[in-house]
Nanobody, 115 residues
Framework: HVQLVESGGGLVQPGDSLRLSCTHS????????MAWYRQAPGNECELVSL???????FTADSVMGRFSISQDNAKKIVYLQMDSLKAEDTAMYYC??????????WGQGTQVTVS
């Protein structure tokens, strides 16, 4: 049973930092790419950052230099470190795990509000 559980969201001021955590279980990490997406009201879902099954990373231009993705495989956690937060970073942030031959899974989301 695959589970992705996000935590770490909250209400912060511009310029503050947050670290989101995605605790995962129920699947073989080596088979899946994992990512953080976000969606603000009225906006499309946006890929923020991804860490592949092999450990390579991608970060969207909109957050490059401010956000970074990392993981602790022993703890089965994928992190999203968010620094220098801006109002436009306000969104629901979702953890994603995807495998081309096994399917995709989403967490329930954690709200980040920068105000």
């Amino acid at each position: 049973h695959v589970q992705l559980v996000e935590s770490g969201g909250g209400l912060v001021q511009p310029g503050d930092s947050l670290r989101l955590s995605c605790t995962h279980s129920g699947f073989t990490r080596d088979d899946y790419d994992m990512a953080w997406y976000r969606q603000a009201p009225g906006n499309e879902c946006e890929l923020v950052s991804l860490i592949s099954s092999e450990g390579s990373t991608f970060t969207a231009d909109s957050v490059m230099g401010r956000f970074s993705i990392s993981q602790d495989n022993a703890k089965k956690i994928v992190y999203l470190q968010m620094d220098s937060l801006k109002a436009e970073d306000t969104a629901m942030y979702y953890c994603y795990a995807g495998c081309s031959w096994r399917g995709a899974y989403w967490g329930q989301g954690t709200q980040v509000t920068v105000s």
